[in-house]
């Protein structure tokens, strides 16, 4: 397993951008996938984005795309997700996930992932 722990959330304003790091412990960091998820209060918690192993192929909820951007470091044991033209939708806390595992179809499923971070608050204001 890895550990994962992520930063950089904080208050925004609308149209604003953040970028979410989520660094890794372990040497095979390069063997898992990694995703975003984030819940708002109140909501069940969601797929925002997620990248494979290698880093070539990436993922993206319907909600985020085109505004979001999910990458990794392999080298520095990190992923982030950049993001751009923030909404008060975008308030959640962000969740870093890693598995192994999971496999394309099943990117977007939180029951999938059998590492997670603590979160980090995003709150965009209006």
């Known amino acids: 397993q890895v550990q994962l722990v992520e930063t950089g959330g904080g208050l925004v304003q609308a149209g604003g951008s953040l970028r979410l790091s989520c660094a890794a412990s372990?040497?095979?960091?390069?063997?898992?996938?990694m995703a975003w998820f984030r819940q708002a209060p109140g909501k069940e918690r969601e797929f925002v984005a997620a990248i494979n192993w290698g880093g070539g192929s990436t993922y993206y909820a319907d909600s985020v795309k085109g505004r979001f951007t999910i990458s990794r470091d392999n080298a520095k044991n990190t992923v982030y997700l950049q993001m751009n033209s923030l909404r008060p939708g975008d308030t959640a806390v962000y969740y870093c996930?890693?598995?192994?595992?999971?496999?394309?179809?099943?990117?977007?499923?939180?029951?999938?992932?059998?590492?997670w971070g603590q979160g980090t608050e995003v709150t965009v204001s209006s």
């Open positions: 996930a890693a598995d192994v595992k999971v496999i394309p179809p099943k990117f977007a499923d939180s029951y999938e992932y059998e590492c």
């Open positions: 372990g040497r095979t960091f390069s063997s898992y996938a």
